[in-house]
T-cell receptor, first 117, second 114 residues
Framework: DTGVSQNPRHKITKRGQNVTFRCDPI?????LYWYRQTLGQGPEFLTY????????KSRLLSDRFSAERPKGSFSTLEIQRTEQGDSAMYLC???????????????FGPGTRLTVL | AQTVTQSQPEMSVQEAETVTLSCTYDTSENNYYLFWYKQPPSRQMILVIRQEAYKQQNATENRFSVNFQKAAKSFSLKISDSQLGDTAMYFCAFMKEGTYKYIFGTGTRLKVLA
């Protein structure tokens, strides 16, 4: 399967702990996105990368959140000192930047569900 | 700032019938894209259909079609011949030209009844 993969699928942690999620995009895709989805809501944009460069960060991404994409391949999203309000599904998506048209479609992974106790 | 509104939290439809999901959006932009994504229970989101704002013709993909009304800022999804596999959350999304982030609505939970 050459789709977007995310690990782990589920994470339960205690408040105050650090967690890290990984996303492996579709191999030829140069753009990678992170979204957060809380219960009953649509996904909200957090940040995106073009290759290894982080080009935009949402105001939702507090100082406790950091994302990286070394070498423009997989990406990690780390949350430090987790809070109960961080409980959500974290979605990763990737796309191929090919200008107008099909390049704007994002392909989503299955998500990592974070529960902070 | 752009916003996307889906006013139907839940809908149901009998198998083989037709259903229309509503989406409205607010933007001052002229160039943008609109999408419908499907999120089946415990599965990843997949693209159902896409519409470029500069195209007047409504997009269609097999049983799925849209009614795009640019002036009214409306983008509804019609599902014909509904199938049990269409049961899912459906999200409407907006993307401004030149940006690469989606703005999603809150979703409509569709249940197809046998």
């Amino acid at each position: 399967d050459t789709g977007v993969s995310q690990n782990p699928r589920h994470k339960i942690t205690k408040r105050g702990q650090n967690v890290t999620f990984r996303c492996d995009p579709i191999s030829e895709h140069n753009r990678l996105y992170w979204y957060r989805q809380t219960l009953g809501q649509g996904p909200e944009f957090l940040t995106y990368f073009q290759n290894e460069a982080q080009l935009e960060k949402s105001r939702l991404l507090s100082d406790r959140f950091s994302a990286e994409r070394p070498k423009g391949s997989f990406s990690t999203l780390e949350i430090q000192r987790t809070e109960q309000g961080d409980s959500a599904m974290y979605l990763c998506a990737s796309s191929l930047n090919s200008g107008r048209g099909r390049g704007n479609e994002q392909f989503f992974g299955p998500g990592t569900r974070l529960t902070v106790l | 700032a752009q916003t996307v509104t889906q006013s139907q939290p839940e809908m149901s439809v009998q198998e083989a019938e037709t259903v229309t999901l509503s989406c409205t959006y607010d933007t001052s932009e002229n160039n943008y894209y609109l999408f419908w994504y499907k999120q089946p229970p415990s599965r990843q989101m997949i693209l159902v259909i896409r519409q470029e704002a500069y195209k007047q013709q409504n997009a269609t993909e097999n049983r799925f079609s849209v009614n795009f009304q640019k002036a009214a800022k409306s983008f509804s999804l019609k599902i014909s011949d509904s199938q049990l596999g269409d049961t899912a959350m459906y999200f409407c999304a907006f993307m401004k030209e030149g940006t690469y982030k989606y703005i999603f609505g809150t979703g409509t939970r569709l249940k197809v009844l046998a």
